[in-house]
């Protein structure tokens, strides 16, 4: 008897200790506040080299250690500040309701560039922090996004004068020089011919790969082969009669008339003569 209650003490020692400590460890990290981050850059090439993503990334996770949480979810966007329908922003604060936790923001230009939206975004009922300002109130926050509209107002109206300024000097504005033929030895007329007949070829294979042109393109020559020809009206109207009665639509997905028959016929027919 001695023997088995001495077993079974054994077994406890082995197995239920570790298994209440596991225990006191989940509890422990489920009462640290939990987080949720959002990161914002303006342009895809800040977004590829990462610099501004992992600088605000460190500044948000400083943040919460500080406060002795964890961050459990991040959202992030590649969008100008002015837009207000960004789907990680969108996505932020839909989980944060959800979870009932609060979400960490590096700055408050990274919310965005706009009073307005600004205050949209704080009034939804979420908790919000910014890194850059330990207290929020509607007096700061209506200066320091202001701030913030106005830096954005700034940069709009640089960005403007020095493309004015380039127009002045005759200096071409977008593109490269590879695409403009500037600075690579390359006539630059012909260059911009080349592009121009790229372009064409692209919106032609466009056409004639589009379903309705093929099936119209299709249907006529076969009915040329029988010694039909599409010429008058009255040949257009007959065609319209016929697509309408297989269930055919345009491109665009309308019923077909005389005009868009014949519109239709015409716009293909140049396209495939000019392979």
């Not at 989980?95 to 009932?100: A, E, P, R, T």
């Not at 403007?160 to 977008?174: F, I, P, S, V």
Request: hydrophobic fraction near 35%.
């Amino acid at each position: 008897m001695w023997q088995r209650l001495y077993a079974v003490s054994g077994f406890c020692r082995k197995y239920a200790l570790p298994r209440k400590r596991q225990v006191l460890t989940n509890s422990r990290n489920q009462n640290m506040k939990q987080y949720a981050t959002y990161l914002r850059v303006s342009t895809k090439r800040q977004g590829a080299n990462g610099l501004g993503i992992e600088s605000q990334r460190k500044m948000c996770a400083d943040f919460v250690s500080k406060n002795d949480g964890v961050i459990i979810q991040e959202f992030m966007d590649v969008e100008s500040g002015t837009h207000r329908d960004r789907k990680g922003l969108l996505q932020a604060i839909d989980y944060c309701k959800q979870n009932d936790c609060p979400l960490v923001v590096a700055k408050l230009d990274r919310l965005a560039r706009d009073v307005e939206f600004c205050f949209k975004v704080v009034n939804t009922g979420i908790e919000i922090h910014f890194t850059d300002m330990p207290v929020i109130n509607s007096l700061l926050l209506g200066v320091f996004a202001s701030v913030a509209q106005y830096e954005r107002e700034l940069i709009c109206s640089r960005t403007k004068q020095a493309l004015k300024a380039k127009k002045d000097r005759n200096e071409q504005t977008g593109g490269t020089n590879e695409l403009w033929g500037k600075n690579t030895g390359a006539n630059r007329e012909e260059v911009l011919e080349e592009v121009r007949r790229k372009s064409a070829e692209v919106r032609r294979q466009r056409m004639i790969n589009e379903p309705s042109n093929k099936f119209l393109w299709t249907y006529t020559q076969s009915q040329k082969k029988n010694g039909r020809i599409f010429f008058s009206d009255d040949d257009f109207e007959k065609l319209a009669n016929e697509l309408n009665a297989l269930e055919r639509k345009t491109p665009t997905g309308m019923e077909y008339n005389k005009n868009r028959a014949k519109a239709q016929y015409y716009k293909i027919k140049k396209a495939m003569t000019s392979i």
